[in-house]
């Protein structure tokens, strides 16, 4: 008998009934030659640290860091689970050959895997990969099935992120809380939670920072257009009242009108981030729950496999495109068109290079029914990318306007649409939305034409406005700064080019962002993502950048990628890590506590003073300087000395004994905020026996000299 294992019973149902195997049992279906079972979900697990030493239940500080000789797995402890596994363990044992029909990622490879080797699986090992849940995706798959070493390299790295997420996690969590925790607090700490945690407390800080200010700015109307005045915003209302004087003397004139036809290119397809972000945005959906709507639909065979991080198809869905339109019938007011000629194979859809495991999430074709308000939504937004991806693009013409008034210059912009191209798909949508707000956004101003030369009177006015402080995060706009490793790329080019060193998989984002709202270290108002203040006290306590930094973190994720194309060794990455988890805990368990945080009952995490204070100004710390070269990265204590976090761009870096003398911590941050240190003897000149006193000083190189 053949053993096909499913990732969840319903999936299992499908698998089943397509290839015949229609007899139900306790736990799997049989027929036609054929076992069909299931997992649901995790059924196993890393060993946790008192499974390997008694010792290691407790936590205590001289125990860390725990590191295993070896990692192991377990079987979850419940009922349920050990049920399904036991009639997995025997059909495992009396099968020929093993199907893994898990879910077609990394998270779903690791999950099976680790089920077939606790059941010691010895047999031969297919797999099943497959992008729909529909009868003739299923059909195809199982007449082209992969052998199961080709997917070895993908296990490697979710092996590597499980372990990784391991020995951070377990490691850091248990050292933070012993070390700073007061009460029965506990810090969790996590590879990706910590540094997406940093974002949203670095960005609160920032708003809580700034101070606005007032500004002026010179505007005037002319040919019922508005002009701005494209001088500096105007710091004071003197000023700005001695401009308007000025501009009431003098006519406007025209300089320059160009009106230029340019293109609106088509949005691209969805990946699960970018429908998150959509989704957030127009509905007010939390990650998590885009993720379960998009979910149910794949598995109701709506829609293609969700879990994935590229905009393109393969090139050999080009010839299905024309039948899943078809199948979409209620949108053929839309698909019409696009049906009357040959699809177009564009290279900004169909894109081998840019397609790994699964392609962009599109409609089956399978028509929907029975399905959810919710449902509908989020299935009606990947209908109508995936219709536009294929209407002509949107031609725009596009006005510039120069004027001037006296020796002052001015300057209009405005957009007029000529052929809406793939506009149209959304033009209903636009209308209902407008009819659901109080205000509708103001459009671009429609321009009139201008002849250069022209001149005549106009109303000069002064616009009085604030600077605005930076936005909170809200969902969207986290997602997206943990795709790109906090870096804020609107660009979609350079986003995709960037989602190599993103933290956290498209997959795990929304569980991470749910997991910082369920240990409060976050909370949600309106749309915004707050810290709490047990927030901001873990993030204030952790003076290790590479625990917090989002570009760090990113290196991380691009190493596991490597892994999974067989790029990079997985015993090298966790030896990586293993070095890092040592230094982390020699670091943190040697360092001056300057905070101890505590459970309260209203907010479940406070930072307290310690009693000892006895100045108002905080210590300041290494960790907290800006890198005096680059003056964009914190700094960052190494083995030999102090550099730049960005050190393989920046270059910045200062060993710990200079000219015979080794600094103290005083010393370096003097050095490193303040360009030198007090006055020093000892200072041992390079080359001779001479010994002097004297100031260590960063010349305008960041060279050290004497001073």
Known sequence: MILCIAEKPSVAKDIAEVIGAKQRNDGFYEGNGYWVTWTFGHLCTLKEPHDYHEKWKYWKLEDLPIIPEKFGIKLIDDSGVKKQFSVIERLVASCSEVINCGDAGQEGELIQRWVLSKAKCRVPLKRLWISSLTEEA?????????????????????????????????????????????????????????????????????????????????????????????????????????????????????????????????????????????????????????????????????????????????????????????????????????????????????????????????????????????????????ARRFIAAFYPECKVSNTTVLGKVGQIEFKATGKQIIEPGWRVVWEEVKENEAEGKKTAEKPEQTMPHFEEGESGPHQPFIHQGKTSPPKPYTEATLLRAMETAGKMVDDEELRDMMKENGIGRPATRANIIETLFKRKYIEKKRKNLIATSTGVGLIDTIQNELLKSAELTGQWERKLRLIEKGEYDLEQFKRELMVMVRELTDEVIFSQAPTRIQLHTDQPVAVVKEKKERKKAEKQHIGDLNCPKCKSHKLMTGKTGVGCSNFKVCGFMIPFEILGKKLTDKQMIDLLSKGKTTKMKGLLIPGSHQVIEGSIVLDENFNVTVG
């Open 138 to 382: 299923i059909r195809d798959g199982f007449q082209s099935l992969r052998a199961g070493e080709q997917y070895q390299n993908l296990y490697a790295a979710g092996s590597a992120r499980a372990i990784g997420d391991w020995l951070l996690g377990m490691n850091a969590t248990r050292l933070f809380t012993k070390k700073f925790g007061q009460g029965k607090a506990t810090l969790s700490i996590g590879r990706v939670q910590t540094p997406t945690l940093a974002m949203i407390v670095t960005r609160q800080k920032e708003i809580e920072a700034f101070r606005a200010e007032e500004y002026w700015e010179l505007k005037t109307l002319y040919r019922e257009t508005e002009f701005s005045a494209t001088i500096d915003r105007l710091q004071s209302q003197e000023r700005a009242d001695k401009g308007l004087a000025y501009l009431q003397e003098h006519p406007f004139e025209i300089t320059s009108f160009e009106q230029k036809e340019g293109k609106e290119g088509n949005p691209r397809l969805f990946d699960l981030t970018s429908l998150q972000v959509e989704s957030n945005k127009k509905i007010g959906n939390s990650a998590e729950e885009t993720l379960k709507l998009v979910q149910s639909l794949y598995e109701k065979k709506l829609v293609t496999y969700p879990r994935v991080d590229t905009t393109y198809l393969s090139e050999d869905l080009h010839p299905k495109i024309e039948g899943i339109m078809k199948g979409m019938t209620y949108y053929s007011r839309f698909t019409e068109s696009v049906l009357s000629k040959p699809i177009p194979k564009l290279k900004t859809v169909f894109d081998d290079k840019k397609v790994t495991d699964h392609h962009a999430i599109i409609p089956t074709g399978v028509q929907p029914s029975g399905i959810s308000h919710p449902e509908q939504q989020i299935y009606d937004m990947i």
